[in-house]
Nanobody
């Protein structure tokens, strides 16, 4: 079992920045990859970014590419999502998620086994 807890969301003006955190506990030693998704009201959950640190490959949605960076601190068992140049359309609940072992399609939320409770990001215009 892996438990995930997000934090760092909030209200920010367009053009601002936020850093979201996702702290993991439980059986994390075999976890090579983590992902971030978001869900706006009335919309489906949307892929934001994922990274597999074991093979050093990151995947970014086109909507956030160049504005967001995923990173992690192994000592703190924490994954970060740094988001810059935020836009009103970035408003959503952001979730971190741990995928199944051997995942190939990082964009598919159904291939993620563990999810956090989400953190709200609201970007005002």
């Amino acid at each position: 079992q892996v438990q995930l807890v997000e934090s760092g969301g909030g209200l920010v003006q367009a053009g601002g920045s936020l850093r979201l955190s996702c702290t993991a506990s439980g059986r994390t030693s075999t976890q090579c990859a983590m992902g971030w998704f978001r869900q706006a009201p009335g919309k489906e959950r949307e892929f934001v970014v994922a990274m597999n640190w074991c093979v050093s490959v990151a995947y970014y949605a086109d909507s956030v590419k160049g504005r967001s960076t995923i990173s992690r601190d192994n000592a703190k068992n924490t994954v970060y999502l740094q988001m810059n140049s935020l836009r009103p359309e970035d408003t959503a609940v952001y979730y971190c998620a741990a995928p199944i072992l051997g995942i190939k399609n990082y964009y598919n939320p159904s291939l993620y086994r563990y999810w956090g409770q989400g953190t709200q990001v609201t970007v005002s215009s």
